[in-house]
């Protein structure tokens, strides 16, 4: 909220993800910024994805700088989680007058 509160809307996402890094930072909240997941299918390495922020080993959050979030949006986050086995992600979207941001939890999620 404070990032949000302080640049606004109308920015790119990458300046939204260097804020945010620096609140996290000053805030000592241990994360890891545009972490490389493995995706595998039928246990066969078949690429990677990026999540925008992997925090404390546990938690996707991805970042959007969009109008309104669409059901696509919602969709690549949800993915996330199942492909990576995360149980909960956030999905926050910067691009908005207010700022929208929605808990998300992997239905699939195997501990």
Known sequence: MKVHSSLGN????????????????????PFEREFNMPIYYRDHHIG????????EGLISVELKAVI????????????????????????????ERSLNFSRLQNKKFKP
Request: overall charge negative.
């Open 10 to 29: 109308g920015f790119q996402e990458v300046i939204y993800q260097r804020a945010l890094e620096i609140e996290m930072l000053i805030e000592k909240i």
């Open 48 to 55: 990677t994805r990026r999540v925008d922020f992997l925090v």
């Open 68 to 95: 309104k979030l669409e059901d696509v949006h919602y969709a690549q986050a949800i993915n996330y989680l199942e492909a990576y086995n995360l149980e909960i992600g956030l999905l926050i979207n910067f691009g």
